[in-house]
């Protein structure tokens, strides 16, 4: 066997906050966090804009002088010379993107939520399959050491069966006149860009639920049943404000995902418990914020006063200020299947995906949350504005 690293070449569709951080992380030392097997380059990027809009982007992120900046989605998808494209547009977008780059044959890792609803999300899913190329949805927080650690946990019966998840992940966004601190074309709450709490910061708090009670669970597993409610945004019709019941009468357990713009408080070393863990042995309380979460505690039945404080922290590139994110795990992850020929990551399964979109879906059918019919659409078109234009 090679002891050469394995070399995966990415192309970035889109400029945005999230790209520059997960290209950054793409390009950190895998040696930081001692990642020996795997190793990334920048291939290209590409702004829907312009392609000197995607130049200042590599220049941004330090990228190689050999990186092609591109001014439109189609010329990133064509270059032969990428394997893998990474989409970080809105979701809003990541179905219309997410074909564009199927269709050209590129593997795929995109962004969360990975679309609007789940007809789209079986598509990408069926394009993928019958294309036999790898796609993945960008769960981060699901390739964290820690959360790797935990499930093994959970699956080990450590804390015996798992009868309760809690998991919230919320923004103090709160201003005068009860408005939110974000314009109305602001991504967080213009439905046109499928803004609001649930898709964007909800699918957090859906995945702590799902990756203890669900991708734990000896196959078939057991999909749980939803009740939820949703508190509109005046301003925008957006959510603001969601919350969900998923119960897995089979188990006899429960689930309760938390999410919104204006309940939540500050980030930092007093966040607190984010997601509880409760079985009938023990307990495992994670600290937020959720996406993100570098500390947990285990507490056993057997001696509720001796806690167990396990610290997890995030490697960071103590030359680039600002570099390692944590988003360098599914980047890894990624490399690792494409490596082995899978096509999907057991860690974030197209079934597993699917079922989480589905459970969006009918949350929102009993909130009454809909879209734009361009960006509901699960009809693929290379000319979509979705496509096409400024993102």
């Known amino acids: ?6 070399v995966v070449k990415w192309g970035i569709l889109a400029t945005g906050n999230i790209a520059e951080k997960f290209t950054k992380d793409l390009l950190t030392n895998p040696a930081i966090r001692d990642t020996h097997d795997v190793r990334h380059e920048l291939v290209a990027a590409a702004s829907s804009s312009s392609a000197s809009r995607a130049q200042d982007f590599i220049n941004n992120c330090k990228g190689p002088s050999t990186a092609k900046a591109y ?4 010329e990133l998808v064509a270059d032969a010379n990428i394997d893998i494209i990474y989409i970080a547009t809105p979701h809003s977008h990541h179905f219309q993107n997410a074909m564009l780059a199927l269709e050209a044959g590129k593997n795929v890792l995109c962004e969360k939520s990975l679309t609007v609803n789940a ?11 019958e294309k036999k190329l790898f796609f993945m949805e960008a769960v981060w927080t699901r390739c964290f050491p820690l959360s790797v650690k935990i499930r093994e946990m959970v699956s080990s019966g450590e804390i015996g069966d798992v009868i309760r998840v809690v ?6 966004e709160n201003a005068e006149g009860g408005k939110l ?21 909800g699918i957090y708090a859906l995945t702590w639920v799902f990756q203890i009670m669900y991708t734990t669970q000896p196959k078939p597993r057991e999909a749980p049943t939803v009740l939820a409610a949703i508190q509109k945004y005046a301003e925008t019709g957006a959510d603001e404000m969601t919350s969900m019941i998923l119960q897995f009468p089979k188990h006899n357990a429960m689930g309760i995902a938390l ?20 079985g009938t042995k023990g307990e495992i309380q994670v600290d937020g914020p959720a996406y993100c979460p570098t500390h947990y505690r285990v507490i056993m039945n057997s001696d509720p006063s001796k806690v167990e404080e396990v610290e997890c922290p995030i490697p960071k590139d103590e030359e680039r200020e600002g570099w390692g994110q944590g988003m360098f795990w599914e980047a890894d992850e990624a490399a690792r299947c494409l490596r082995d020929g899978k096509l999907e990551s057991e860690w974030i399964s197209w079934e597993e995906s699917t079922l989480i979109m589905e459970t969006m879906d009918e949350v929102r059918r009993q909130g ?19 496509n096409v234009g400024r993102a």
Not at 71 to 74: D, E, I, Q, V
Not at 267 to 272: D, L, P, T, V
């Open 1 to 6: 066997m090679s002891s050469s690293p394995f």
């Open 71 to 74: 001014g439109s989605y189609a």
């Open 119 to 129: 007809k789209q999300t079986k598509k990408l899913y069926e394009v993928a399959k």
């Open 167 to 172: 998991s919230d992940l919320s923004f103090p």
């Open 181 to 201: 601190n974000f314009p109305n074309e602001n991504r967080m709450v213009n439905k046109e860009l499928a803004g609001g709490a649930l898709l964007d910061i």
């Open 259 to 278: 999410t919104g713009l204006r309940a939540g408080y500050k980030h930092g070393k007093n966040y607190g418990a984010a997601i509880t863990i409760t």
């Open 368 to 386: 009454g949350l809909v879209y734009p019919d361009l960006i509901e659409s699960a009809e693929y078109d290379p000319k979509s504005p979705l």
